[in-house]
Protein backbone atom coordinates (compact mmCIF):
# COMPACT_ATOMS: atom_id res chain seq x y z
CA UNK A 1 0.00 0.00 0.00
CA UNK A 2 1.63 3.26 -1.41
CA UNK A 3 1.88 5.84 1.82
CA UNK A 4 3.11 9.48 1.26
CA UNK A 5 3.71 11.20 4.62
CA UNK A 6 4.51 15.37 4.72
CA UNK A 7 6.24 16.72 7.88
CA UNK A 8 8.10 19.87 8.24
CA UNK A 9 5.28 22.67 8.48
CA UNK A 10 4.56 25.12 11.19
CA UNK A 11 3.79 28.61 12.14
CA UNK A 12 6.85 30.96 10.81
CA UNK A 13 7.22 34.64 10.33
CA UNK A 14 6.91 36.38 7.06
CA UNK A 15 10.83 36.18 5.66
CA UNK A 16 11.65 33.06 7.58
CA UNK A 17 12.00 29.74 6.63
CA UNK A 18 10.52 26.10 6.71
CA UNK A 19 12.05 22.60 4.87
CA UNK A 20 8.89 20.20 4.08
CA UNK A 21 10.14 16.63 3.84
CA UNK A 22 8.11 13.88 2.66
CA UNK A 23 8.57 10.11 2.59
CA UNK A 24 7.33 7.66 0.33
CA UNK A 25 6.43 3.79 0.86
CA UNK A 26 4.55 1.14 -1.05
CA UNK A 27 6.37 2.10 -4.16
CA UNK A 28 8.72 2.31 -6.36
CA UNK A 29 10.28 5.29 -5.45
CA UNK A 30 12.58 6.13 -8.24
CA UNK A 31 10.32 5.32 -11.04
CA UNK A 32 7.90 8.31 -9.56
CA UNK A 33 7.73 12.45 -10.52
CA UNK A 34 6.90 13.73 -7.48
CA UNK A 35 5.07 17.39 -6.79
CA UNK A 36 4.48 19.58 -4.02
CA UNK A 37 0.66 21.44 -4.09
CA UNK A 38 -1.04 23.86 -1.88
CA UNK A 39 -4.07 24.69 -1.34
CA UNK A 40 -5.32 28.00 0.75
CA UNK A 41 -8.41 28.37 2.58
CA UNK A 42 -11.23 29.18 0.07
CA UNK A 43 -8.79 28.76 -3.51
CA UNK A 44 -8.18 25.81 -5.76
CA UNK A 45 -5.15 23.51 -5.31
CA UNK A 46 -2.66 24.90 -6.92
CA UNK A 47 1.21 23.34 -7.99
CA UNK A 48 4.30 24.66 -6.23
CA UNK A 49 7.25 22.59 -7.23
CA UNK A 50 7.51 19.53 -8.98
CA UNK A 51 10.74 16.83 -10.12
CA UNK A 52 11.12 14.52 -12.29
CA UNK A 53 11.53 10.97 -11.82
CA UNK A 54 15.13 11.38 -12.88
CA UNK A 55 15.49 14.43 -10.66
CA UNK A 56 17.05 16.33 -13.89
CA UNK A 57 13.80 18.22 -14.14
CA UNK A 58 12.57 20.94 -11.94
CA UNK A 59 9.27 23.15 -12.01
CA UNK A 60 8.47 25.85 -10.29
CA UNK A 61 5.13 27.86 -10.02
CA UNK A 62 6.10 31.60 -11.01
CA UNK A 63 4.79 33.26 -7.59
CA UNK A 64 7.08 31.06 -5.62
CA UNK A 65 10.28 30.85 -8.49
CA UNK A 66 13.43 31.97 -6.46
CA UNK A 67 12.34 31.35 -3.10
CA UNK A 68 11.96 27.68 -3.30
CA UNK A 69 14.04 24.38 -4.18
CA UNK A 70 13.20 20.99 -4.75
CA UNK A 71 15.05 17.93 -4.21
CA UNK A 72 14.98 14.27 -3.55
CA UNK A 73 16.72 12.03 -1.90
CA UNK A 74 15.71 8.27 -3.61
CA UNK A 75 18.06 6.94 -0.93
CA UNK A 76 15.70 7.58 1.39
CA UNK A 77 12.71 7.65 -0.32
CA UNK A 78 12.34 11.27 0.76
CA UNK A 79 11.08 14.37 -1.58
CA UNK A 80 12.33 17.77 -0.02
CA UNK A 81 10.97 21.75 -0.41
CA UNK A 82 12.93 24.06 1.01
CA UNK A 83 11.05 27.57 1.00
CA UNK A 84 12.57 30.75 1.97
CA UNK A 85 11.44 34.22 2.12
CA UNK A 86 8.11 33.64 3.24
CA UNK A 87 5.16 35.34 2.59
CA UNK A 88 1.84 35.48 4.67
CA UNK A 89 0.41 34.76 0.95
CA UNK A 90 2.33 31.44 0.93
CA UNK A 91 0.13 29.85 3.91
CA UNK A 92 -1.77 26.95 2.92
CA UNK A 93 -1.96 22.88 3.52
CA UNK A 94 0.85 21.58 1.39
CA UNK A 95 0.45 18.50 -0.05
CA UNK A 96 2.91 15.87 -1.55
CA UNK A 97 1.92 13.95 -4.59
CA UNK A 98 3.52 11.70 -6.77
CA UNK A 99 3.01 10.14 -10.39
CA UNK A 100 4.57 7.19 -12.33
CA UNK A 101 7.21 7.86 -14.95
CA UNK A 102 7.87 12.15 -16.66
CA UNK A 103 6.00 15.18 -16.11
CA UNK A 104 6.21 18.13 -18.10
CA UNK A 105 5.11 20.92 -15.71
CA UNK A 106 3.63 21.48 -12.56
CA UNK A 107 0.02 22.65 -13.14
CA UNK A 108 -2.28 20.92 -10.90
CA UNK A 109 -4.27 18.35 -13.23
CA UNK A 110 -6.71 16.10 -10.81
CA UNK A 111 -6.56 13.94 -13.47
CA UNK A 112 -2.93 13.86 -13.71
CA UNK A 113 -2.17 13.88 -10.06
CA UNK A 114 -4.83 11.23 -9.07
CA UNK A 115 -3.65 8.47 -7.32
CA UNK A 116 -0.67 9.14 -4.59
CA UNK A 117 -1.19 12.12 -1.80
CA UNK A 118 0.57 12.45 1.34
CA UNK A 119 -2.78 14.06 4.05
CA UNK A 120 -1.28 17.56 3.84
CA UNK A 121 1.20 19.59 6.41
CA UNK A 122 -0.09 22.94 7.81
CA UNK A 123 2.41 26.28 6.73
CA UNK A 124 1.35 29.16 8.36
CA UNK A 125 3.01 32.26 7.56
CA UNK A 126 2.61 35.42 10.37
CA UNK A 127 2.95 39.31 9.07
Known amino acids: QVHLAESGGGLVQSGGSLRLSCTAS????????LGWFRQAPGKEREGVSCISWSGRNTFYTDSMKGRVTISRDNGKNTVYLQMNSLKPEDTAIYYC????????????????????WGQGTQVTVSP
Open 26 to 33: GLRFDDYS
Open 97 to 116: AAVEGSISGCEYDPLFWSDK
